[in-house]
């Protein structure tokens, strides 16, 4: 019996509910980040718009409010 290697491969262009997931909001937050500039637009394909993983990572990175090793209220209540 011959071994199948199978391959996980991410996709790189993602449909409005799966970019909105990708980026962890709501579909209706995304769009708001979509219109506002926040998130970048779709490309067209075939009559579908998609949206460019890389693009969401670029997109993501400028938001504000980068805390890592911040501490947060949190820490600072049950630290």
């Known amino acids: 019996m011959a071994t199948e290697r199978r391959h996980k491969v991410e996709p790189r262009g993602l449909r ?7 980026v962890g909001v709501s579909t209706s937050k995304f769009d708001e980040m ?3 500039g926040r998130m970048p637009k779709p490309k ?3 009559g579908c718009r ?3 993983r890389f693009a969401l990572d670029e997109a ?3 938001l504000p ?3 890592r090793g911040a501490e947060n209220e949190w ?4 630290g």
């Open 34 to 36: 979509v219109a506002d």
């Open 50 to 52: 998609v949206w460019d």
């Open 75 to 78: 820490d600072r209540a049950f």
């Open 44 to 46: 067209p394909v075939d």
């Open 60 to 62: 993501f990175e400028q």
């Open 16 to 22: 409005r509910p799966d970019a909105a997931h990708y």
């Open 65 to 67: 409010g980068d805390n």
